[in-house]
């Protein structure tokens, strides 16, 4: 089902996460896309019917709190984990080889879906053990996880409402990622006017860790880490 975007169409600053007026906070630090907010509610509200308390775990972020998170990650100050969850020693890797261990799990900022507020995390609270903190990571939501039953009623009942997981399956770029959900009639949209030139005039100006091996590589990141995704069908029934 098609969806008009809003004013912000075709605004740089939105799509690379400089602005956030399209933006509309659920709870203290957690806010989504203003079109995104009656969607997920329907969501929610289907899925406690079904015995699942679902809370997002992050919603919008700014290009300035995913530029944190890469340089962190480039300075050895976040730990970075491969697909098998072993700890990374960037130390031993050339920048390029370092970008791309970062990017697995974690966007390039300025490309990250988390900035157009489509895109949450999501997990049940009800099924995280007590004492056990959220770690987003891929075994919490698979078949021995404590989301597992979460997964399969959210693969069943997800599309219903909008939205897809853009990583589901493993395509060479991003890692598996069963907790991220993306609202499909926005998210696609936004998707497309993301170019690598817009990219470009972006990273260019930021103080970004890594930047000429980003800038290096650019359009290949942008074919394997941006655009290698699910393509969702079916999506948005329930959406008036």
């Known amino acids: 089902m098609s969806i008009e975007l809003t004013k912000h169409k075709n605004s740089i600053a939105l799509l690379t996460g400089q602005q956030s007026d399209h933006i509309d906070e659920l709870t203290k630090g957690i806010g989504i896309h203003q079109q995104v907010k009656k969607p997920w509610l329907a969501l929610q509200q289907a899925a406690k019917s079904a015995g699942f308390e679902l809370e997002i775990a992050s919603g919008f972020r700014s290009f300035d709190r995913q530029l944190l998170i890469w340089n962190k990650k480039f300075n050895r100050q976040l730990l970075v984990k491969d697909k098998n969850n072993q700890v990374i020693d960037l130390s031993k890797l050339n920048d390029k080889n370092k970008v791309e261990a970062i990017l697995l799990y974690s966007a390039l900022p300025g490309a990250s879906r988390h900035h157009w507020g489509t895109d949450l995390d999501i ?4 099924l995280l053990p007590q004492g056990k903190s959220l770690q987003l990571e891929p075994w919490e939501y ?15 009942h997800a599309e219903y409402f909008g939205f897809f997981r853009p990583y589901d399956i493993d395509r060479g770029g991003v890692a598996i990622e069963p907790w991220h959900f993306s609202y499909a009639p926005l998210a696609l949209q936004y998707q497309q006017q993301l ?21 290096k590589q650019l359009t290949n990141i942008y074919k394997r880490y941006i655009m290698n995704i699910n393509k969702p069908q079916n999506l948005g029934k329930h959406i008036e």
């Open 195 to 215: 170019t690598v030139t817009l990219l470009e005039s972006v990273l260019t100006k930021a103080d970004i860790c890594g930047r000429s091996a980003i800038l």
């Open 123 to 126: 997990y049940a609270s009800n």
């Open 142 to 156: 698979q078949s021995t996880g404590y989301f597992a039953e979460l997964t399969q009623w959210l693969t069943e």
